[in-house]
């Protein structure tokens, strides 16, 4: 039997050749049938398949495909039969080296008991017709072959490649790139982007410790809700919003919370924003795995449905004029509504895949509209508060390397009488000069304190 075997592929490999030497010789027509013959009989003599998982698009707009770079980061990982390896600078972040195998690299690993084989090689584009001049360099195609025996087919294709190299492939894609800043405040109606590098930690942040448990419970359940938000029918996101006085922390919570999730941060201007139709198409550009924040609401929104001042602070370079002038602008040139904001946020989400945290901040939580802060819409309310005596310990260990000092009683004495937010003590305790210790910013801010006492005993006295 098995001679019967070897002589029927010898005969079938010398039927292949001999229809490939005719194939040279023969007009076109015959050419492409002999093709057909010729793929025929080596699919039916081969006991294996491949698949090709290419740079490239084919035709003459090259895109790359996803699904290589996705591979490329599993074989970064999973390549252990590859004896060369390139190094280099990834796509989405240029401080990261990604290790990949070399052209003509060959790995080999098993998966549920099967013996799979990646190749990765690179194809040269086509030559250039003779005469022609191209003044656009065309990249080398390159690519991945995965070979299999036909009998896993079902298996290799769903289980592995599908599920298993996708999954791990994506999420060493996610490791690896840089987060990024999204910001639509040059007003023309896209996203533009800059690395997001803020250092801000739940570790760093000057909060009551229960407080903070609390959120970091509650970002990370959401986070691992998927199924929960899919059985329930709802859109997978979360609002947060984030009040209190300037200077409590509003801003870092929420570079905080980005490092946390490891998410994108879209920093949504309002006022920048022409319309409702341009509000929907600039969340409807944002990707899964974010954050979506609008900062200082019941200043970009007027909930009577008119506009209101575009800056918060008066800026001090600009004459009342100019001022009323650029208020005016603002005024004139966006039209979203709180309707459409609600819109937006709401009946979008349903639409979009992957989870969107969204997170409002204001000064005055009392002058929003209801609407806008219902349940549902603003999950969770995190209040922020004047600075106390845990929140001071958290910014010397972070400013000073302090954990404790004689002067720190003292302190939290002087911190139950006197409101003061934490970015005043982050100030005081920031040394002014290299010859200014430790102990010189706690009683630079003990002073502060005092001063401030004075005057509320002062103001007390008057009254
Ligand atoms: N809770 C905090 N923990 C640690 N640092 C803080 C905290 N609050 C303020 N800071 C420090 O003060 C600076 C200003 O804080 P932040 O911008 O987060 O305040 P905010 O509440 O967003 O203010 P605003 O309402 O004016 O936007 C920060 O850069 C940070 O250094
Ligand atoms: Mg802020």
């Known amino acids: 039997m098995p001679e019967t075997l070897s002589g029927l592929v010898t005969a079938g490999i010398t039927f292949v050749f001999f229809c490939d030497m005719l194939r040279r010789c023969c007009p076109s027509e015959l050419q492409q049938y002999l093709e057909k013959c010729i793929t025929k009989l080596s699919g039916f003599l081969n006991p294996n398949i491949e698949i090709s998982i290419r740079e490239y698009t084919t035709g003459s707009h090259l895109k790359p495909h996803e699904a290589y770079g996705i591979v490329e980061a599993y ?38 008991g099967v013996q799979v084989t ?69 007003g023309e109606g896209y996203w533009s982007h800059i690395p997001f590098e803020h250092p801000a930690t739940f570790e760093t942040l000057a909060m009551d410790a229960e407080e903070k448990q609390n ?23 979360r609002g947060y919003l984030l009040h209190g006085p300037p200077g409590t922390g509003k801003s870092t919570m929420i570079a905080a919370m980005a490092n946390l999730l490891d998410y994108d941060v879209y920093d949504l201007e309002l006022t920048s924003v022409k319309d409702n139709a341009e509000l929907r198409k600039l969340l409807m550009a944002t990707k899964a795995k974010s ?19 575009m800056k918060k602070k008066k800026n001090k370079n600009k004459s009342e004029n100019e001022e009323t002038e650029m208020e005016a602008v603002s005024w004139s040139r966006s039209k979203v509504t709180l309707s459409g904001l609600l819109n937006s946020t709401d009946g979008l989400w349903s639409a979009c895949v992957g989870e969107r945290v969204i997170v409002f901040t204001t000064n005055h939580v009392d002058k929003l509209d209801p609407a806008l802060i219902r349940k549902g819409r603003m999950d969770k309310p995190i209040e922020f508060s004047y600075c106390n005596y845990q929140g001071f310990r958290v910014l010397a ?14 302190v939290e004495e002087l911190m139950k009488e006197v409101q003061i937010t934490p970015a005043d003590v982050a100030e005081e305790l920031m040394p002014k000069s290299d010859e200014e210790g430790a102990e010189q910013c ?13 005057k509320l005993n002062g103001a007390d006295a008057d009254s």
């Open 75 to 112: 074989l970064s990982v999973n390549s252990d039969g590859a004896r060369k390896l390139k190094a280099q600078i990834t796509k989405d972040n240029e401080n990261k080296l990604l290790f990949s195998m070399d052209e003509n690299q060959e790995s080999v690993e098993v998966f549920n």
């Open 118 to 186: 990646w190749t990765s090689e690179k194809v040269s584009p086509p030559a250039q017709p003779a005469g022609s001049i191209s003044y656009f360099s065309v990249p080398d195609r390159r690519c991945y072959k995965l070979k299999f025996p036909k009998a896993h087919k079902m298996m290799i294709m769903e289980s592995f490649l599908q599920g298993h190299v996708m999954k791990r492939g994506r999420e060493i894609v996610a490791r690896n790139r840089q987060r990024k800043l999204y910001t639509n405040a040059h």
């Open 215 to 237: 959120i970091i419970n509650d970002l990370m359940s959401f986070t691992k809700g998927k199924e929960h938000y899919e059985r329930i029918g709802k859109a997978w996101k």
């Open 291 to 309: 954050m979506i924040v609008i900062e200082d609401i019941d200043c970009s929104l007027d909930l009577t449905g008119q506009r209101k001042r």
């Open 397 to 410: 260990r972070n400013y000073l390397q302090l954990e404790k000092h004689s002067l720190f009683e003292e």
């Open 442 to 454: 706690i009683r630079n801010l003990i002073y502060t304190l005092h001063q401030r006492k004075s």
